[in-house]
């Protein structure tokens, strides 16, 4: 059954997304997640990103993930850290 906004008596219809295998777009990736780097990227990123955080002192910041200053740039390297950390941990 359709949703009905509350000022208009017309449905809203959401459309269906497509597929990756619908959209070319979408499936920039190779199957199963993307494998090496993206063209240019910088084979060391993750040293220099530990490197900075320890050079401006700001270890920590994201311990827990839910503290209110961690946000932004920080929010999504603690969590990019924290995936590849699961990852290596399975291993």
Request: proline content about 7%.
């Amino acid at each position: 059954m359709p949703n009905y906004n509350s000022t208009s008596s017309r449905p809203i219809l959401k459309k269906p997304r497509p597929l990756s295998s619908q959209s070319p777009f979408l499936s920039v990736h190779a199957e199963g997640g993307r494998i090496g780097l993206k063209d240019g990227g910088d084979s060391r990123w993750m040293q220099k990103a530990s490197a900075s955080i320890k050079k401006r002192g700001t270890e920590g910041k994201c311990t827990p993930i839910t503290k209110k200053g961690c946000t932004g740039k920080a929010k999504v390297l603690a969590k990019t850290f924290k995936r590849i950390a699961t990852k290596n941990k399975k291993a």
